[in-house]
Nanobody, 115 residues
Framework: QVHVVESGGGLVESGGSLRLSCKIT????????LDWYRQAPGKSRDWVAT???????NYADSVKGRFTISRDNVWRQVYLQMDSLKPEDTAVYYC?????????WGQGTQVTVSS
């Protein structure tokens, strides 16, 4: 059974930093592509960043240069380091992966950036 659990959200002032963590069990972690998404109130869930099994990273234009995704295959965790945070980064952040064509999501962690 696949379990996805995010942590690390909170309230931060504009310009501040947060580090999100996500632990995933129930998959062969090292071979999977891992993603972060976010959903602001009243908006759709948007892709933020991806790290593939070979370590290739991609970012949405809105976070490029400010956010860094990374993975630890030993501890089965994926991280999102968020720097220079802006009020428009306020959202629930979700960790995501797929296995045999099925999507797996965590419960999300709230990030609130005050102006």
């Amino acid at each position: 059974q696949v379990h996805v659990v995010e942590s690390g959200g909170g309230l931060v002032e504009s310009g501040g930093s947060l580090r999100l963590s996500c632990k995933i069990t129930g998959i062969n972690f090292r071979i999977h592509t891992l993603d972060w998404y976010r959903q602001a109130p009243g908006k759709s869930r948007d892709w933020v960043a991806t790290v593939s099994s070979d370590g290739t990273k991609n970012y949405a234009d809105s976070v490029k240069g400010r956010f860094t995704i990374s993975r630890d295959n030993v501890w089965r965790q994926v991280y999102l380091q968020m720097d220079s945070l802006k009020p428009e980064d306020t959202a629930v952040y979700y960790c995501h992966t797929t296995r045999t064509g099925r999507d797996y999501w965590g419960q999300g962690t709230q990030v609130t950036v005050s102006s």
